[in-house]
């Protein structure tokens, strides 16, 4: 978790509201800027086709103020971060691109999901902005959309894997234990059966 353009940032706990969604972890980031505060929720993981909330809360100086909300996705440089929505009360409400249709903007600035893809998956930010008069604070979350057995699988066919190759090292072993035996005793026998030859031979002589 990380906030960025704030003067402080601090930790508390924090239940996290979601549909279809396992939090991560159960806490909160709260990040102020001058006089506007952000509170988000930390990064959850959802399987494909669910929904989710991810939560966002803000506080500003005066109920008379309207700031911008604006979700955001992959923030990086400004040329390559994506917006996801944006609200302002009174004025406009709207998702873009691929979120059409399957976004909105619950209670104060809460961002709802549905019908999520692995294509979801990414950092989200929750940036609330009040121009030319208290700036804007932002706050990020983690979304990781992707089969809740992924993860026990890949463990599961790393550990048929190992346990193959083991097994099949400690057959592998067992055989060329066996034909190590066999060249021995074969030439245990055949030395044995040279020396009874040659004793043989000495005995026919003598008589």
């Known amino acids: 978790m990380a906030c960025s353009g704030v003067n402080k940032v601090d930790a508390i706990l924090f239940f996290l509201v979601c549909s279809n ?3 991560l972890v ?7 800027g001058g ?4 509170t988000v929720g930390l990064g959850q993981h959802v399987p494909p086709g669910g929904s989710v909330i991810l939560p966002c809360n803000y506080s500003v100086p005066s109920d008379d103020v309207r700031p911008l909300v604006s979700w955001w996705k992959d923030r990086g440089l400004v040329l390559t971060r994506r917006i996801v929505y944006e609200h302002q009360e009174g004025r406009f409400s709207k ?3 691929e979120w059409e249709g399957r976004t909105a903007l619950l209670r104060q600035a809460s961002l709802q999901m549905t019908n999520l893809t692995t294509d979801d998956s990414g950092k989200y930010e929750c940036e609330i902005r009040v121009p030319l008069k208290y700036g804007a604070v932002r706050g990020f979350i ?3 959309v992707r089969e809740e057995n992924s993860s026990l699988d890949e463990v599961t066919h790393s550990t048929v894997f190992i346990v193959g190759v083991s097994i099949g090292g400690a057959v592998l072993l067992v055989l060329m234990v066996a034909i190590a035996a066999g060249l021995f005793s074969r030439r245990r026998q055949s030395k044995n059966t040279r020396n009874s030859t040659k004793y043989c031979k ?3 002589a003598k008589a």
């Open 142 to 144: 983690n979304l990781d």
């Open 35 to 38: 006089q506007i505060q952000v």
């Open 95 to 97: 998702a873009y691109d």
């Open 21 to 23: 969604a396992t939090p």
């Open 202 to 204: 000495q005995t026919t």
């Open 26 to 32: 159960v806490a909160a980031s709260v990040a102020i």
